[in-house]
């Protein structure tokens, strides 16, 4: 059974850091494209930040470029994000997702097989 948690949200002012987690387990991950995704209330879900599977390849959504950073841990079954300079639009749930096909990095929702529960980010002003 496959299981992706996240881990290290929280509240955060703007300008500072955060750091969020996600642990695999049940799946290969090296043979996966993982990604971050985010949801505000009232909106539709997005992509933040995507990894191919060898951590060779990332893709960032325009907003989060030069603030986000997102990595992963093949040997420990781990995705991390980075979150510098958060600003106040930041703020949702974000969520882990894991997907497999062949190509290159996608934000398409739809390609994700797998996601997590998510963990709540508040950026306050």
């Known amino acids: 059974q496959v299981q992706l948690v996240e881990s290290g949200g929280g509240s955060v002012q703007a300008g500072g850091s955060l750091s969020l987690s996600c642990a695999a387990s049940?799946?290969?991950?090296?043979?996966?494209?993982m990604g971050w995704f985010r949801q505000a209330p009232g909106k539709e879900r997005e992509g933040v930040a995507v990894i191919s599977p060898s951590g060779g390849s990332t893709l960032y959504a325009d907003p989060v470029k030069g603030r986000f950073t997102i990595s992963r841990d093949n040997a420990k079954g781990t995705l991390r994000l980075q979150m510098n300079r958060p600003e106040p639009e930041d703020t949702a749930m974000y969520y882990c997702?894991?997907?497999?096909?062949?190509?290159?990095?996608?934000?398409?929702?739809?390609?994700?097989?797998?996601w997590g529960q998510g963990t709540q980010v508040t950026v306050s002003s």
């Open positions: 997702a894991a997907g497999r096909w062949i190509g290159t990095a996608s934000m398409n929702p739809a390609q994700y097989n797998y």
């Open positions: 049940g799946v290969t991950v090296n043979t996966y494209f």
